[in-house]
C-alpha cells in the first residue's frame, strides 16, 4: 500500500510540473492521481486473466509471469495506445450534452473515480471483472445524471449488455471445442508422441496465426489500420510459416519422450508462454486509455479551454502514467488474481491453459468480424470455465460408459457428486454476480461521484 501511494503522490507531483500553476491545474493533477488509481486497478483486476492459466499450468513461475506481463503490458500501452475518443464517450453519451466544459471535466472525473472504486472493490472480493465495463457503468452514470436519459444511446448499452453473455459463452466454446479435439485426437491415442507430432505443429500455427490476425484487429489498431479480411490474411500466412518452424522442431523436442502425458504438457509449455505475453501486449494497447483517456481528455478541455470529441494524441507523460500504473498494480496487488484464475476456479495443465488462450484470440476474431461487442476479460474467464465444465461433463461420459460396460451402475451419493465437480461453483456465482452488476454498479457510483463534485465545484 505504501508503495501505491508513493507511486500516486508522485504522480501528482509530476502533473504539477508539467501542467504549471494556473489557477485550473488542480483538475489536471486530480485526474492525473486519479488516473493512476485506476492504472493501478486495472494491473491489479484485468492481467489476471492473461497471465492466471500459465500460473496455473506450472508453465510460468509467478515471478516469471510478472516479469513478462509488466514488460509486454507497458510496450503495448506506449507503442500502440487506444485512443481517447473511444474511452471518452464509448458511443453511449450524445456528445452534444457534454458540450460544458465544466460539465464535461466533472463527468470524465466522476466516470474515472467511480470505475476505479468499483474495479478496486471487486478485486478484494477475488472477481476479475471487465475495466471497460467498469469505465462504460461511469460514462453512463455521469452523463445520465448531467444530461438527463435521453442522452444514452440506448441501442449501444443494448449491445453491450448482449456481450455478457456472448463473450464467455464463445470463449467458453471455443476452449472446450478445442481441448476436446486434443483429448481425442492426442490424448487418447495410443501412441501420443506420434499424434503430438502431427497435430501439435498445426495446433502452433492456428495459434500464431490466431494472434497475429488478433493483433492487427486490436492490439496494433492505433498505429496500424488494417482491414479485417488483410488481417485474416496475414494471419494465414504466419500461421503456416509457423506451423512450417514448429513441425521439425516439435519433432526434435519429443525425441526420446515417455508415451505419456507429462511428455505431452512439456511441448504445450512454450506456446502457452507466448500466447501470455502476446495476450498482454493486446490489453496494455487497448485497456490503458481505460485509465489515461479520461485523464487526457480532462487536461485537453482545461489547456483548450472547450470541449472536442475530436481525435486528438495521448500526451506521452498520460500514457508513461497508464503503462507504469498497470505494471505496479500487477506486482503489488496482482497474484490474488492471477492464483484465483490459474487455479482456484478449476486445476489447468498447459493444454488446458492453451486452449483458454488460444480461445480468447479466435473468439475476439469472430466478434470483430461479426461486429459483437465482447469483452476481453469475459472471453478469458468464460474459456477456464468451459474447460472446467467440458471436463465435468467429459469424465461423468466416461464414467457411465465403463458403468454400462462392466455391468456396474454404481449410484454416487450427492455429497460424492458435488466433491467430483471440477470448477468451483462459489467462484462462479462470485464472478457472473460481478459481471452482471459491473455496469450498474459503477453507474450509479459515478452519479453520486458527479453530483458531489458539481455541488463542491458551485
Request: glycine share 8%; charged share 10%; proline share 4%.
Given at each position: 500500500?505504501?508503495v501505491?501511494?508513493?507511486?500516486?503522490?508522485l504522480?501528482g507531483?509530476?502533473?504539477f510540473?508539467?501542467?504549471g500553476?494556473?489557477?485550473?491545474?488542480?483538475?489536471v493533477?486530480?485526474?492525473?492521481?486519479?488516473?493512476?488509481?485506476?492504472?493501478?486497478n486495472?494491473?491489479?483486476n484485468?492481467?489476471?486473466?492473461n497471465m492466471?492459466?500459465?500460473?496455473?499450468?506450472?508453465?510460468?513461475?509467478?515471478g516469471?509471469a510478472?516479469?513478462?506481463?509488466?514488460?509486454?503490458?507497458?510496450?503495448?500501452?506506449?507503442?500502440?495506445?487506444?485512443?481517447?475518443?473511444?474511452t471518452i464517450?464509448?458511443?453511449?453519451?450524445?456528445?452534444?450534452?457534454?458540450?460544458?466544459p465544466?460539465?464535461?471535466?466533472w463527468?470524465?472525473?466522476?466516470?474515472?473515480?467511480?470505475?476505479a472504486?468499483?474495479?478496486?472493490?471487486?478485486?478484494?472480493?477475488g472477481?476479475?471483472?471487465?475495466?471497460?465495463?467498469?469505465?462504460?457503468?461511469?460514462?453512463l452514470?455521469?452523463g445520465?445524471?448531467?444530461?438527463?436519459?435521453?442522452?444514452?444511446?440506448?441501442?449501444?448499452?443494448?449491445?453491450?449488455?448482449?456481450?455478457?453473455v456472448?463473450?464467455?459463452?464463445?470463449?467458453?466454446?471455443?476452449?472446450?471445442?478445442?481441448?476436446?479435439f486434443?483429448?481425442?485426437?492426442?490424448?487418447y491415442?495410443?501412441?501420443?508422441?506420434?499424434?503430438?507430432?502431427r497435430w501439435?505443429?498445426?495446433?502452433?500455427?492456428?495459434?500464431?496465426?490466431?494472434?497475429?490476425t488478433?493483433?492487427?484487429?486490436?492490439?496494433?489498431?492505433?498505429?496500424l489500420?488494417?482491414?479485417?479480411l488483410?488481417?485474416?490474411a496475414?494471419g494465414i500466412?504466419v500461421?503456416?510459416?509457423?506451423?512450417?518452424?514448429?513441425?521439425?522442431?516439435?519433432?526434435?523436442?519429443?525425441e526420446?519422450?515417455?508415451?505419456?502425458?507429462?511428455?505431452?504438457?512439456s511441448?504445450?509449455s512454450?506456446?502457452?508462454?507466448?500466447?501470455?505475453?502476446?495476450?498482454?501486449?493486446a490489453?496494455?494497447?487497448?485497456?490503458?486509455?481505460?485509465?489515461?483517456?479520461?485523464?487526457?481528455?480532462?487536461?485537453n478541455?482545461?489547456?483548450?479551454?472547450?470541449t472536442?470529441?475530436?481525435?486528438?494524441?495521448?500526451?506521452?507523460?498520460?500514457?508513461?502514467?497508464?503503462?507504469?500504473?498497470?505494471s505496479?498494480?500487477?506486482?503489488?496487488?496482482?497474484p490474488?488474481?492471477?492464483?484465483?484464475?490459474?487455479?482456484?476456479?478449476t486445476?489447468?495443465?498447459?493444454?488446458?491453459?492453451y486452449?483458454?488462450?488460444?480461445?480468447?484470440?479466435?473468439?475476439v476474431?469472430?466478434?470483430?468480424?461479426?461486429g459483437?461487442?465482447?469483452?476481453?476479460?469475459?472471453?478469458?474467464?468464460?474459456?477456464?470455465?468451459?474447460?472446467?465444465?467440458?471436463?465435468?461433463w467429459?469424465?461423468?461420459?466416461?464414467?457411465?460408459?465403463?458403468?454400462?460396460?462392466?455391468?456396474?451402475?454404481?449410484?454416487?451419493?450427492?455429497e460424492?457428486?458435488?466433491?467430483?465437480?471440477?470448477?468451483?461453483?462459489?467462484?462462479?456465482?462470485?464472478?457472473?454476480a460481478?459481471?452482471?452488476i459491473?455496469?450498474?454498479?459503477?453507474a450509479?457510483?459515478?452519479?453520486?461521484?458527479?453530483?458531489?463534485?458539481?455541488?463542491?465545484?458551485?
Open positions: 500500500m505504501s501505491a501511494l508513493a507511486f500516486l503522490i504522480t507531483l509530476v502533473a510540473l508539467l501542467v500553476q494556473r489557477p485550473d491545474s488542480f483538475v493533477i486530480a485526474a492525473a492521481i486519479f488516473g493512476a488509481y485506476m492504472a493501478l486495472i494491473g491489479a484485468d492481467v489476471a486473466n492466471g492459466p500459465a500460473v496455473g499450468a506450472n508453465a510460468l513461475t509467478m516469471g510478472i516479469v513478462i506481463a509488466a514488460l509486454c503490458e507497458s510496450a503495448g500501452a506506449l507503442l500502440a495506445g487506444g485512443d481517447v475518443v473511444g464517450s464509448k458511443g453511449i453519451i450524445d456528445p452534444a450534452s457534454l458540450a460544458d465544466n460539465v464535461f471535466v463527468a470524465m472525473m466522476a466516470a474515472l473515480v467511480s470505475s472504486l468499483w474495479v478496486n472493490l471487486a478485486t478484494i472480493i472477481a476479475p471483472v471487465s475495466t471497460t465495463h467498469s469505465v462504460v457503468g461511469g460514462v452514470g455521469a445520465a445524471t448531467a444530461a438527463g436519459l435521453s442522452a444514452v444511446d440506448w441501442n449501444t448499452m443494448q449491445a453491450i449488455a448482449a456481450s455478457w456472448i463473450s464467455p459463452l464463445m470463449g467458453g466454446v471455443i476452449a472446450a471445442a478445442t481441448l476436446a486434443i483429448k481425442v485426437y492426442v490424448i491415442q495410443d501412441d501420443k508422441i506420434a499424434a503430438a507430432r501439435v505443429p498445426v495446433l502452433i500455427g492456428i495459434m500464431a496465426g490466431a494472434f497475429t488478433y493483433l492487427l484487429l486490436k492490439g496494433l489498431k492505433a498505429i489500420t488494417v482491414s479485417p488483410a488481417s485474416l496475414l500466412m500461421g503456416a510459416l509457423s506451423y512450417a518452424v514448429a513441425a521439425p522442431l516439435i519433432r526434435m523436442q519429443s526420446g519422450m515417455e508415451n505419456r502425458n507429462k511428455s505431452l504438457k511441448l504445450f512454450f506456446p502457452l508462454v507466448l500466447s501470455a505475453g502476446l495476450l498482454s501486449f490489453h496494455g494497447a487497448n485497456d490503458v486509455a481505460n485509465a489515461v483517456g479520461p485523464l487526457a481528455a480532462i487536461a478541455v482545461v489547456q483548450e479551454g472547450h472536442t470529441m475530436d481525435m486528438q494524441e495521448i500526451p506521452t507523460w498520460v500514457m508513461v502514467v497508464g503503462a507504469l500504473g498497470i505496479f498494480g500487477l506486482m503489488l496487488f496482482g490474488k488474481l492471477i492464483r484465483m484464475v490459474g487455479s482456484q476456479i486445476k489447468l495443465n498447459p493444454m488446458r491453459a486452449c483458454v488462450a488460444l480461445s480468447a484470440a479466435i473468439t476474431i469472430i466478434a470483430s468480424w461479426l459483437l461487442p465482447v469483452s476481453s476479460t469475459h472471453i478469458a474467464i468464460g474459456g477456464v470455465f468451459g474447460v472446467g465444465f467440458f471436463r465435468e467429459f469424465l461423468e461420459r466416461r464414467a457411465r460408459q465403463f458403468a454400462q460396460q462392466s455391468g456396474r451402475n454404481k449410484v454416487i451419493a450427492p460424492e457428486r458435488r466433491r467430483r465437480k471440477l470448477v468451483r461453483r462459489s467462484h462462479f456465482l462470485t464472478i457472473v460481478a459481471w452482471l459491473t455496469v450498474p454498479a459503477s450509479l457510483l459515478s452519479s453520486g461521484v458527479f453530483l458531489v463534485l458539481r455541488a463542491l465545484a458551485i
